[in-house]
């Protein structure tokens, strides 16, 4: 494909080292769309016959049905799916096949199947996350009234519910859909056009194959085009901190999943046991989620660290672009994936909560609080109610004696769900359900183009 | 500070492992205003009295006073910038102070002082990212005739401009001021009155502290609100995507600078001599801010990592964001006002440039196309002209010779200005002064919170 | 310093970008024994005369006083380090200081004095660690048997002594002690004599310098030895690895903690308040152990994401070495450190260990392996052992009943102390101890250079 | 194989999230040579019949020549290769298989598995590094009278030759090499019998496994031994450092390749051409091994990532260690692999590099330095030949004229072959041929255990 300027093949080592077909054969849907396009662009600009499109569309459209049969074939040789696809092409119907490379290069063409590819990507994530946020938010719903102990640095903090917990997830992951839908939308500009690095003297229309294929507008400067790979970096980042989030739920999962703690329990649907201890019920699918955090964390630094230092335009070195890409994507969704099944299948043990959430001291805050509504400087009645607990500990007094306060006062501020109610929390849950309903919050591309 | 609790002092070992204040003074200002609206608040809903008020508002002016003037003295033992402002206000005010922390947590508090501190620091950078792009604008107005050869793999691929180069690089610092507006416009979220975990049960209102200070609204649930970093984390990753286009800015402008290349030359304000050897002129600037880029990817990397699988909600993890945001934002600014130095100052050889562009072999893929216009395949005639170079390349002919155009064809195909003329690049121009030029372009908050 | 090339100063951002000074002056010391070094060797081969030298000498040790009484002045304007000691000189003892940069040049210096850093840096490291593991044998003798449940997935798994644990630790450390020593000894060759990539034409001796200064030999080729960081990347991959291991630690420390677990308690010389919460007693030394890993990695990957794809041979991003081996050097040393303090004063509850340890399920792997010894094939028996769990754990029977063993058979079975004595464990105490006990397991340099 | 502890079968998206034998299979060798020496010692202890052990070892045998003939089944529900061995043994010889698993583990077996898979690793790393640095060395010995530039920030610094380039990079590899063989040699213990984590109360010996596999000794600690994965971040941390080097060497070719440079030329095997431009012949070989680094690097703080703030001992997420080790390895070994055919083939273009090196500002240090022998103090003679350098710069003047030297003893220096010649370099070769030539250099494992 590279014609007539070389002499000899390339060494079997070289070739394997080099070949991308092994991974980029995912951009096959993509591919033919945009072979689709490009062909009904030169034709309309007068830049191949009407029978040459007809052929192409004719090889396209069988290639797509021997792709979905999986009958096609691969082959190293043959590099990459750019490639492939031209082969299949000639096979299918022979010369018009020569004419499709007209005016476009790989370069342009795998930086737009991989924009191409993220689209749908981001479309297949938003969907699993929102049917994520919605299993939170159901399970939020269903334990509005479960108080347990908040905690901060692990160490009893306050009371709160269960349903607090869970929605402050989903507010996490509403960030996430946020920042997907941004890179997404960014990324949804069309290279095409761009030639290899410095556009095509052939009278083609860049707008009219953006405008085929959904882009939202093209990419204006032919070498930006090519050569940059911001879009990948950034959507492998956004999946990084959703990773992060995830695996900070998984962390919970794994401690609230404990004898120590207890405050949820599995189903064995998310659980596996062991090869050596017959009484084992492990939270596997808790922990991968934690551990996948690496991975997509890992891949996003490959991706910065590769574009690093390149000088412009197109680089071989972007080829690694890919893998790393579609493995982060891969990873976080089946993560997502799992996690809804996790939270479906959960089983809250709003008892072990409760029983949890009667630590007084969760309390202590309520107690120099009411202090300070009966005047006392807050430093003064945080010093005052700290002495108090400090005494009860030591077991000198059964009881917090604050004072300032009469037993009874106390007694009544040492209620965990009292307490819940005065601080008015967990109301997100109208906010968050209403953001799960509306398709257009889930939607890629709503974004407007600001530039 | 912590009141009453402890018997014992920590050891100076862990006094000394455990202290921010060595970097979190950078976030005076914001506490001091943190300080001002929230004892604004406190007084709206009766907590405190006007008195009190009137003395904070004094010992907060004054403490601004002593830091602009450099006379605030920081003392380990007092932890982070927190507590120091509240034992500033106690020297200034006496009793005030200890009503300043109701209905507040350092937890809360921080991420509060963090978010105002990144909307300031994001304007900085984008005033200097804009003087950056107007820098490139201007550049490119002077090159737009300046014909060089375009380069893929590091070869010589197509003439393109020294313009259409430097816009290059403009587009993609205009994604960029994107990336940084998203950022830290997500951030501007009030998290103040999420107290350590779960809100109060003091009759606060959260709205008026978030207006007072600028936000764009609240963070609405009070877990989420202490425990999650994932603003730092996105405001690193754009730095970190800006500092990998500075580090490709930066090779490029080494390599041009090589006696090789030759294309540019740098001024002797942004260059520096060797101890050693008497001749040398190195191009240090590109150099560091190529290096530089790796250590936001390390910053970026620290963020991630730190926040993997840590529990909710607050833990004293987290307070290992700052050094790795704050060193981020130095690096990345400092190479962005550097590069302007750099392109402000710059000798383009124009010379050198059009000399290597008169290379025959960059018109090849003009040659094939000219062959596509009259009716050949363009496979066909990639292969045509591939043999033809090769001919040439070998020494057997001293020209191009393409079976299907004259060699009067070919000559004129073989000059470069007509190659760059006849595929009408480098327009963006307008496109960039127009935004450069538009003010509302580089505003952070500009963005429309969309949940 | 760079001589008579140059017409214009640096513009100041530029200077303040490139200066190294603020972080380098921790290589003074290094610095001057290898002014010493080298100025000692200069002489020798007739390059400076002795008055020359005595006042190099006199000078010296001059600046070496003045640093120690912290009376030297630094000034950005002078770079680095070198320059700044080069000044320092010709204050003190005139135009002998122009003759001692002969025959050397910074690439060769700051490697030279690097290396030489983290002999010094290694060893102080090895001595905290050292120090970290005696702590660790010392709390593993006092708890020989505390019975503690064993965790896998963080779920109960079998019977183990908290000294079986605490002696992981130190296995770990153990390794990481090998890991730190031969990342130091393969940096103790000498670079200096490279020059700045070509060595010099004057008739220096390298191995003599390289001897005077400590080090086990000289790097032999000179462009690699101005030009490669592997040996900073191997270290602090090494303290990587250390901190990671640290953090492990952390994350048990904390979890143990917790009200839930409950099997120490921290000491109040090493935990903190809340500002807000008058009850807390956080582990904060625990989690920032844990956070400082990221740091550490962060620093890591910037070291190694310099590297990547830079040409030989010195480059000026190589500046970018030093502050992220400074602070990862910093942030591990300090960690270790602490958690000396933390094993020192804690306190093992070792009945809440034992309670936690008398759940039966710890024991079943016991009751299979018991049938194994009666003819039943393991996986059977596990099976079998497996089916007794659950039948008690869903209530229908208040032991196990376990078909193949009598009752009393299995009560004897489970007491978890019998298990752990059947298992011979944690015996790797004396091997500990005596790794401890010999010096020269903890010595910088000591690996026999194999090259 | 979990026994009877389960209702539920696992949701089918959980199993395809949990199952690792896609890419675990990799160590089916690894996991049948510890299935023959584990029952061997389990019949040596009278854990199993004779008739067992032969069975197991028929079996065993049927399932490696099944593998070879790659006529093994695999199966998603088997989970790992652990299970599948099982399985297909039980196929195979029936009962026996329930008896295989008896005293052991996944979680100890996974981790000798993975270790002895480390071995053959990077005995056939060493292999082909060894392979390469013999290329390196040839090459040098073909060109130790190859002046050429040596360049430092790119620009050109001092005549040297270009075997002294190349010894460079055979250093620094010589250096990977025992980094490597460090990393295999600390891997080289035996976890086998550590069990789930607390060993096992059958009367097995755990040397004897150790030794019939080939280790150096046991993992003392049983915890620490299932738990850790140090060793694999070791030698993924050598790989990214190897990965490293390579990128560096992957840009000195793809900068000598270009036209400007011009200094060497790549075969037809190790380049490619480009689908649209006709005249291009890239160096894509170099550039990936260049890519390649960034995604040794990312797997590396995969690694890292992964276990920082895990709880010991064993948990689900280091699973994850396996995809990273294996893809880094792959990457690295193909990268090693390439990079001899490149320089097996490479053209080096004596002239060009020869005529670079007439430059003679590259002489200028060593105009200093004679200078410096006519007693100039250094300093003073570099700022004298700054100016001359300066002035012929500015074209003041067609040579350099150097105050204290005659024109003629400034042509004698200004020769760099006699420079080149002065300056006794590259004299290292004999230094890597040696160790080229030694077996023992390139073994693993025949690193002295110290602990």
Redesign the interface.
């Known amino acids: ?11 079997p ?2 070739q ?3 070949e991308s077909i092994s991974f980029d054969w995912r951009l096959l849907d993509a591919d033919l769309r945009v072979a689709d396009a490009h062909a009904a662009m030169l034709r309309a600009r007068g ?1 191949i016959s009407a029978k040459d499109l007809a052929a192409i569309r004719r090889g396209v459209a069988s290639i797509r049905r021997d792709g979905e049969a999986r009958k096609l074939v691969f082959d190293e040789s043959l590099e990459d799916i ?2 492939h696809v ?1 082969h299949w092409l000639r096979e299918r119907v022979g ?1 018009a ?11 342009d063409l795998v930086s737009t199947d991989l924009r191409l590819w993220m689209q749908d990507a981001a479309t297949a994530l938003l969907a699993e996350l929102r049917a994520l946020v919605r299993s939170l938010a159901k399970l939020a719903a269903r334990n509005v009234d479960a108080i347990m102990p ?11 519910t269960f349903a ?2 869970v ?6 992951l ?3 859909r ?2 997907i839908r ?1 890179a997404a939308g ?1 990324a949804n500009r069309s290279p095409l056009g761009a ?8 009278p083609i229309t860049r707008a009219s194959t953006a405008r085929a294929l959904g882009f939202s507008g093209t ?6 085009a ?3 790979r ?1 879009f990948v ?2 959507f492998v ?1 956004a999946l ?2 959703l990773a ?2 995830l ?2 739920i ?3 999962l ?2 609230w ?5 207890g405050f949820v329990a599995m ?19 808790a ?2 989620v ?6 997509v ?24 672009d890919k ?2 890409c579609f493995d982060a994507f891969d990873s976080t969704l ?2 997502v ?2 996690l809804q ?1 996790v939270f479906e299948s959960l089983t809250v043990r709003v008892d072990r909560m409760r029983d ?1 959430a009667r ?1 007084p ?2 309390l ?7 202090l ?2 009966r005047g006392v ?4 009645a ?9 005494t009860a500990e030591t077991g000198r007094s059964t009881r917090f004696a604050v004072p300032g306060l009469t037993a009874s006062e106390v007694d009544v501020i040492l209620d965990p769900a009292r ?2 109610r ?7 849950i109208d ?1 968050v359900r209403g ?1 799960v309903a509306r398709e257009s ?1 889930w939607r890629v591309g709503a974004r407007s183009d ?2």
Not at 364 to 370: I, P
Not at 377 to 380: E, I, L, Q, S, V
């Open positions: 494909m590279w014609g007539g300027r070389f002499d000899a093949p390339p060494d080592r070289v394997r080292f080099t830049l750019h490639t031209e010369a096949a020569d004419k499709l490379h007209t005016a476009r290069s790989r370069n908040g905690y901060t640095h692990l160490q009893r903090a306050q009371p709160v607090h917990v929605l402050g997830y989903a507010e996490m509403l960030r996430d946020e920042r941004d960014r030639g290899a690095i410095a556009g095509t003297t052939l990419l204006e400067n032919s070498i930006d090519v050569s940059d911001d970096a950034e980042g990084a901190i992060v989030h695996s900070r998984g962390e919970d794994v401690l999943s404990t004898t120590e703690f189903s064995d649907a998310v659980t596996t046991g062991s090869s050596l201890m017959p009484q084992k019920r492990n939270p596997d699918v922990e991968l934690r551990g996948k955090a690496a991975r964390i890992g891949a996003h630094v490959a991706l910065l660290t590769l574009q690093k230092g390149l000088p412009l335009a197109y680089n071989r070195d972007l080829q690694e893998e790393a089946a993560s994936e799992c099944v949890a630590d001291a969760l202590a805050t309520d107690l120099a609080e009411a300070v509504l400087p807050f430093r003064k945080h010093e005052t109610v700290g002495r108090a607990v400090r307490s819940v005065r601080r008015h929390l967990a109301t997100s906010r953001l919050e600001k530039a």
